[in-house]
T-cell receptor, first 114, second 113 residues
Framework: EPEVTQTPSHQVTQMGQEVILRCVPISNHLYFYWYRQILGQKVEFLVS????????KSEIFDDQFSVERPDGSNFTLKIRSTKLEDSAMYFC????????????FGPGTRLTVL | GESVGLHLPTLSVQEGDNSIINCAYSNSASDYFIWYKQESGKGPQFIID?????DKRQGQRVTVLLNKTVKHLSLQIAATQPGDSAVYFCAENKGSGTYKYIFGTGTRLKVLA
């Protein structure tokens, strides 16, 4: 069964450093998403991506964040200068259709900012 | 504002009993709802969805009920099994070109042997 994969599973970084979280969506999917989940809190939408551009983003997704699909398989989330409050689980998701379609989630990357 | 919330943070049920997990949403424009299951250390896993033009939808051992009048969503799990132990999230989507899911806080389901 196809699945979304994410690397690394756990990333530890110093405050102010740049991190790149990587995702490989399901191969025939066209829509890609990043969500985050701060420990003990709800899953929050960050950004959606379609046709090589951002479709929608939340207020969390400020100038420190960027997304990219550098090739035909990877989808990345970059945080330019990490802050302590960026510590969270980051989930990548993909879907064949947006809106009413199921979004398939990856296992997540736990980001710890020290 | 938009919000999706859950009434109970933890639900404990005996193995074999039915479970009911509830969710309230406040955005009357939402027209698509999903239940996800999240096991420890894993990402959310799709369980079942329902569109706003339906009141009920059944899957394998799961049923989702939607009451648009009171903006309430519930997930019923029949014959709860130990493998059902997880955190359950409801999520909503407005459709109409918006892509994001708005998730609820989550309910932890504990299945007692």
């Amino acid at each position: 069964e196809p699945e979304v994969t994410q690397t690394p599973s756990h990333q530890v970084t110093q405050m102010g450093q740049e991190v790149i979280l990587r995702c490989v969506p399901i191969s025939n999917h066209l829509y890609f998403y990043w969500y985050r989940q701060i420990l003990g809190q709800k899953v929050e939408f960050l950004v959606s991506f379609y046709n090589n551009e951002i479709s929608e983003k939340s207020e969390i997704f400020d100038d420190q964040f960027s997304v990219e699909r550098p090739d035909g398989s990877n989808f990345t989330l970059k945080i330019r200068s990490t802050k302590l409050e960026d510590s969270a689980m980051y989930f990548c998701a993909s879907s064949a259709a947006t809106g009413e379609g199921e979004q398939f989630f990856g296992p997540g990357t736990r980001l710890t900012v020290l | 504002g938009e919000s999706v919330g859950l009434h109970l943070p933890t639900l404990s049920v005996q193995e074999g009993d039915n479970s009911i997990i509830n969710c309230a949403y406040s955005n009357s424009a939402s027209d698509y709802f999903i239940w996800y299951k999240q096991e420890s250390g894993k990402g959310p896993q799709f369980i079942i969805d329902i569109r706003s033009n339906m009141d009920k939808r059944q899957g394998q051992r799961v049923t989702v009920l939607l009451n648009k009048t009171v903006k309430h969503l519930s997930l019923q799990i029949a014959a709860t099994q130990p493998g059902d132990s997880a955190v359950y999230f409801c999520a909503e989507n407005k459709g109409s070109g918006t892509y994001k899911y708005i998730f609820g806080t989550g309910t932890r389901l504990k299945v007692l042997a």
